[in-house]
């Protein structure tokens, strides 16, 4: 990043379109425009179906606009980089290898070479030692303990399986952290106690997290901004919008680290019925003009730039 471009990420005029039948084509995602700074946490939420995983794999390099670019770091995003770690609902786990061999191993992958691995070279043992080392490190920062590295992931709780998934990818030290849907198959207790520890990870390491989540509270929670992508909008002209847009692009008040209380506090419920009504769950579709984008950052569809971009 430098001082003409200070945004970590910029997605810029990004559409998905799929071919429907020989002459026709679906399209999924419209026209978006979403620029983000380096340590943000920024949540996506929407209704099922609107692009929200398809979003996240554009940034994170697995999958490819029809239209437009995404840029991470000064550079369009043209396949899967070490830079931009990934965490899925269902935790991305190798079977056949413990828990100190799941963390570890984007270490050895990255900086051993096959015929290296075969033949055991001093390297193989220099590399595999410092990665696993590495790997207890995080494997004890993450809650688990030391004979819990023994372990396979069948042997584990959904709870302790995520939180290995978490260790694997913040082993490689991203720059930016994409989670889809992390939280979604556990139960609330637990649920909360990775939320927590997901809060205290970002505020100690200050990476860039991009949240995709169907839970509002959560978005809320552990934010700092919040966009709302959806499909469930109209022209002027009252017909029916084409692909989702970003709805809402609103900041959340609370700071960095919000404590629990403040899920009851005016500011969070205000918040938290505006975004349910414009993007979730609308009585009445909005037009463009009406897109609700208070981030300073923001990029509305009509008006470009909504305010001036805050410092970098």
Request: hydrophobic share 40%.
């Amino acid at each position: 990043m430098n001082g003409s471009n200070p945004f970590l990420i910029k997605i810029d005029g990004v559409g998905v379109s799929y071919p429907k039948g020989r002459h026709t084509v679906k399209t999924v995602i419209g026209d978006v425009h979403l620029d983000i700074r380096a340590g943000e946490f920024v949540t996506v939420v929407g209704p099922t179906g609107c692009g929200k995983s398809t979003l996240l794999r554009m940034v994170f390099g697995s999958q490819f606009p029809s239209i437009g670019t995404v840029i991470f770091d000064g550079k369009q995003v043209e396949g899967i980089d070490r830079d931009r770690g990934i965490v899925f609902q269902k935790y991305g786990l190798m079977p056949n290898c413990t828990v100190l061999q799941n963390v570890a191993f984007g270490v050895e992958l990255e900086e051993i070479n096959l015929p290296q691995r075969i033949l055991m070279l001093p390297k193989f043992w220099r590399v595999r030692k410092r990665g696993r080392d590495l790997a207890r490190d995080l494997i004890a920062k993450i809650g688990l303990k030391i004979e819990d590295e023994d372990k396979y992931p069948h042997e584990l709780s959904g709870g302790m399986r995520q939180r290995v998934a978490m260790a694997q990818a913040l082993i490689m030290r991203p720059k930016l952290l994409l989670m889809d849907e992390p939280f979604g198959a556990l139960d609330q207790g637990v649920r909360k106690g990775m939320q927590l520890l997901l809060q205290k990870w970002w505020n100690d390491c200050g990476m860039t997290v991009m949240f995709v989540t169907h839970d509002l509270e959560e978005a809320l929670f552990l934010g700092t901004r919040i966009v709302g992508l959806s499909q469930l909008w109209i022209n002027d002209d009252g017909t029916p919008g084409e692909g989702s847009l970003l709805l809402a692009d609103k900041i959340v008040p609370g700071g960095r680290v919000k404590p629990d209380s403040f899920k009851y506090t005016p500011e969070c419920n205000a918040l938290l019925q505006r975004i349910r009504h414009d993007v979730l769950e609308p009585d009445d579709l909005l037009r463009p003009e009406q897109f609700d984008h208070d981030h300073p950052d923001a990029w509305h569809p009509i008006t470009g730039r909504v305010a001036t971009p805050i410092a970098a």
